[in-house]
């Protein structure tokens, strides 16, 4: 059986907003939202791999599921975990969205104006998150040598401006 959490249940969350904290990814100062993150469905791991940090569903979606309703703070500035929403303007998100893996064949698209993860193709229960950073970001602030092993492995991911892509 296949758990979801409903607006209902959210809040529900929110009017005990002690129990909802404990399963946030996201500080208390951030406002509660329907369809954020919470632990009971993704879990952030920690890998000894060059990897670092990923998320992993601990439920299923169906493509073209809402995965995800993520948060973070707008920055003039690029970070390690911000993806970029407008020319100079940045979504900084090391709670949740910072950590989704790159793939050149991901199962999850962010999209930039809302910040809402959908899925893109059906996903199973602990995979990892995954997007492609070509597609959020001009310039990554930090380029990396592809290694995701698709077929359409693009090689050099630098961000969709990136001439070699």
């Given at each position: 059986?296949?758990?979801r959490?409903?607006v209902?249940?959210y809040?529900e969350?929110?009017?005990n ?7 946030r990814?996201y ?6 939202m329907?369809h ?11 890998s000894?791999?060059e990897i670092?940090k990923?998320?992993?569903t601990?439920?299923t ?6 995965v995800a309703?993520?948060?973070?703070i707008?920055l003039p500035f690029q970070?390690?975990h911000?993806l970029?929403?407008?020319e100079t ?10 950590f ?8 999850c698209?962010?999209?930039?104006n809302d910040f809402t ?6 996903i ?11 597609a ?5 602030y930090q380029?990396?040598?592809?290694l995701?092993?698709?077929?359409n492995c ?6 969709y401006d990136?001439?070699e892509?």
């Amino acid at each position: 059986m296949q758990l979801r959490i409903s607006v209902n249940d959210y809040a529900e969350l929110r009017r005990n907003y002690d129990e909802l904290k404990q399963f946030r990814f996201y500080p208390d100062a951030f406002p509660v939202m329907d369809h954020e993150p919470l632990k009971h469905y993704f879990q952030l791991l920690s890998s000894p791999e060059e990897i670092g940090k990923a998320i992993i569903t601990l439920i299923t979606f169906q493509k073209d599921d809402l995965v995800a309703q993520c948060s973070g703070i707008m920055l003039p500035f690029q970070t390690l975990h911000s993806l970029q929403h407008e020319e100079t303007l940045f979504f900084h998100d090391d709670w949740y969205a910072g950590f989704l893996l790159h793939s050149c064949e991901p199962n999850c698209k962010l999209d930039m104006n809302d910040f809402t993860l959908h899925a893109v193709r059906d996903i199973k229960v602990y995979e990892l998150l995954t997007v492609d950073y070509n597609a959020t970001e001009k310039k990554l602030y930090q380029g990396f040598n592809c290694l995701c092993g698709s077929a359409n492995c693009k090689g050099w991911i630098g961000g969709y401006d990136y001439k070699e892509n």
